[in-house]
């Protein structure tokens, strides 16, 4: 089987949302000898953004959406683990904390995010969606992280990410944790009203942010 086809049947499980089998060719494209960050950039996040296109399309329903996320998820968490297992002590140490916003369950950008976040060795705490303030901290305290992501699609979500930065500061916390914000309602002049560190417009672009705000 060639790694066409890999791609391609990665897609597919997406679109379909079937979580099992996504896992399932996550599992086989990497033995096959497919990196991880290849498996997942030409196949599982083709079909994830397909299904994005789709939504805005209006020719699939946000409960379909919710589950191709969750087989990403799957798939994403599977070429983690190789990429742990193949680092070994040279994983990075750094853990981010990522979510989408309470009142949002909009959360495929988030996890795209997360997954190429994990193909480059970070230790990402995935919170899922619908997210309060509270968690993002009680997480970011719990694991010690290095930076708290949050994701809001929607206008009417947008300040739930302020209020987790007035949350912070009014826990002296917010010197503690770089803090970056994304998804489709967030832009770098809102970061820069709202006091975070960065704005991600996109996965990779999340990823050199954050590569930048921890100089690596």
Known sequence: M???EFYKEAGDAIK???????????KRALAAGIAPDEILKKGFIVGITEMGDLFERGQVFLPELVLASDAMSAAAAVCSAAVAEAGGDEEVEEAIVLGTVQGDVHDIGKTIVVAFLRANGYNVHDLGRDVSADKFIAKAEEVD???IGMS???TTTMREQKRILEALEKQGLKGKYKTIV??????QNWADQIGADAYGEDANDSVKKINALLGR
Do not use: Y
């Open 2 to 4: 060639g790694n066409e």
């Open 152 to 154: 809001a699609l929607l």
């Open 16 to 26: 379909a949302c079937d979580k099992e089998k996504a896992a399932d060719v996550a």
């Open 182 to 187: 994304g998804g489709g309602a967030s832009t």
């Open 145 to 147: 992280a290095k930076v």
